[in-house]
């Protein structure tokens, strides 16, 4: 090729040469950025909720590719948190700490709605991710369930605070953790009273046949492959009531 003509196909090529490198660049970044919290994080999380990954594999290619979606965007969301903690200073005033399948969910949106009151500052795609931290059953690492440095990273900055009592002007703004598995875990109590000596708890029951059965039909809606079903068990329990009810 003439050395002219080369020298000017360099030139037309550069703009898109530095284009290309520097995407490429920016998606190194990112790839590395984004593939390592992503290998902690989820995996922290995904051992305090060992039902998430039954979740996705449920559902085949469609499960992979949500999958993929909710890690990406839950680490974004953690290391905003994270890079934003110096704002973050607010830890519970209460805590709606179970039981599993009572309610819970119902009480928290209707507590949420209030000028006053908020949840976590969790991703905006499903309610749950907005009430229940799973920090002190190891969301952020079993070891770590203690630190209150990252235990207020869940919840909103001290501007929503300034809103609410400067602007909207009620008198006091609180926040709330309403993770039903707390009335389950043995350590949580522990880890309640250390981190937040004053804070109320609010536990809400149900008959608890009913919340089983709730229980199981939710697991199963999941796609958690369980190896048992309660339904199966509907005569004996029967039976029970039967017993229960007058013969002892
Ligand atoms: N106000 C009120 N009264 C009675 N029952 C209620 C109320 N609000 C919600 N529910 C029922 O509570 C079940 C969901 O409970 P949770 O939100 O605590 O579930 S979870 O543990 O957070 O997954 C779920 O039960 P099932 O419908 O039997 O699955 C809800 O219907």
């Known amino acids: ?7 000017t196909l360099c030139i037309l090529l550069t703009p898109f040469l530095v284009l290309y490198f520097s995407l490429s660049y920016v998606l190194g970044i990112l790839i590395v950025m984004m593939i390592l919290p ?9 051992w ?7 979740v996705f594999r449920s559902q085949g290619v469609r499960g992979t ?32 700490a179970g ?31 907005s009430k229940e931290s799973h920090f002190l059953n190891g969301a952020l690492g079993p070891n770590r369930a203690n ?5 207020r990273s869940f919840f909103p900055t001290i501007f929503t605070k300034f809103w609410a009592e400067q602007v909207v002007g009620v008198k ?24 937040t000596p004053n804070a109320k708890v609010i536990f809400m029951m149900r008959d608890p046949v009913r919340a089983i059965y709730s229980g199981e039909a939710m697991l199963r809606n999941m796609g958690m492959p369980l190896q048992w079903t309660l339904s199966e068990e ?12 007058g013969e002892l």
């Open 1 to 7: 090729m003439h050395r002219c003509a080369a020298v």
């Open 38 to 46: 992503r290998l902690w994080l989820a995996r922290e999380l995904y």
């Open 48 to 54: 305090s909720c060992p039902f998430l990954p039954a």
């Open 65 to 96: 590719l949500l999958r993929l979606g909710f890690e990406v965007s839950y680490t974004i969301n953690v290391v905003k948190r994270f890079c934003t903690l110096p704002l973050r200073r607010t830890l519970p005033s209460f805590y709606i």
């Open 99 to 129: 039981f599993p399948k009572c309610g819970t969910t119902s009480l928290a949106s209707h507590l949420r709605r209030h000028p006053a009151v908020s949840g976590l500052a969790g991703l905006p795609y499903h309610e749950v991710l």
């Open 147 to 151: 630190s209150s440095l990252l235990y």
């Open 172 to 195: 006091q703004w609180m926040v709330f953790d309403a993770c039903p598995l707390t009335a389950c875990l043995p350590f949580a109590a522990k880890r309640i009273s250390a981190l």
């Open 234 to 245: 509907a005569p004996a329990l029967g039976r029970m009531f039967e017993v229960g009810s």
